[in-house]
């Protein structure tokens, strides 16, 4: 027996009690029949919690078996997945780690000449790091400012570019572009580049669309764009013309292709023959500003 019950039956033998003694005051009576009906109530609100209480438990116990038969059905999918699952990862881990380092080199001897002789040629366009494997672009002299498209002195560099791109002997080399802004906050451009990182991967798209259009697979290509965030030089109050670029890098491919495009184990050595530079000229760029291009 609880104390509740206790007391409500303590409470209804003492108004027998009153009742069996005869006359007593009214005033004591109506006091312990307010008690009983008040422990009455409180009584039956008590039974109606614990049925509630018991409905819960219930309930959760159900829940708890369900999930209980959910976890080891995916237990026993995980552990037959597991060789899979592996694989991507380390797929995964290496796939970041590439990116990471972002060197391509070393490129075989004829691609080397190639681009460093097209650098040379357009000193104020193009750098390149042969160490690297890495082409870079000054966004200066290749976008009008606050604009995603070539100059026309940037596409006749992009198509002799290409002509090397498409020798046999770079042919394997998967073709990596990567655009980069400085941090002045866009302005002229909002509309189609609310951000410096949706500027800096228009960029680089645009320069695959050159070099693509320009006879370049599609299938080679990795387009990425860090705005910003990876400054070449510290920016000053209108940013800097240096972190303003686009880099073409060119790397071993990531993974096999299954159209047939060579895996990492199926490159050349450093050999290859091919078309060497691009023998067509183009215009000089006009040598532009160190203002910010938006």
Do not use: W
């Amino acid at each position: 027996m609880n104390a509740l019950e206790a007391s409500f039956r303590t409470t209804l033998i003492g108004l027998v009690a009153v009742a069996s003694v005869g006359c007593v005051p009214q005033e004591k009576y109506n006091d312990l029949d307010l008690a009983y009906r008040s422990q009455q109530q409180q009584l039956l609100r008590t039974q109606g919690d614990l049925e509630t209480t018991r409905a819960n438990e219930s309930r959760l116990r159900s829940q708890l078996a369900q999930s209980a038969g959910d976890l080891e059905t995916l237990e026993a999918l995980r552990k037959g997945q597991n060789v899979d699952v592996d694989k991507l990862l380390a797929d995964y881990e290496s796939l970041l780690k590439k990116v990471g380092n972002m060197n391509g080199g070393p490129l075989p001897a004829e691609v080397n000449a190639a681009l460093a002789a097209l650098a040379a040629q357009y000193p104020d366009v193009l750098q390149f790091d042969e160490k690297r494997g890495m082409i870079r672009f000054a966004a200066d002299f290749t976008f009008d400012p606050g604009s995603v498209g070539l100059k026309a002195s940037a596409l006749s560099v992009l198509s002799q570019l290409a002509t090397i791109l498409n020798s046999n002997a770079a042919n394997p080399f998967e073709v990596v572009v990567v655009g980069h802004t400085d941090n002045v906050p866009i302005k002229k451009s909002a509309a189609q580049n609310p951000t410096n990182m949706h500027l800096s991967a228009h960029r680089a798209i645009a320069v695959r669309d050159a070099l693509h259009k320009d006879g370049v697979q599609a299938s080679r290509f990795l387009i990425a764009g860090y705005g910003e965030f990876r400054p070449a030089v510290p920016n000053g109050p209108n940013g800097a013309a240096q972190n303003r670029r686009v880099d073409v890098y060119l790397m071993p491919y990531f993974v096999s292709m299954a159209s047939g495009t060579p895996a990492v184990d199926a490159l050349p050595s450093g050999s290859g023959s091919g078309s060497g530079s691009a023998s067509s000229k183009a215009a000089a760029p006009t040598k532009a500003d160190d203002e910010p291009t938006k």
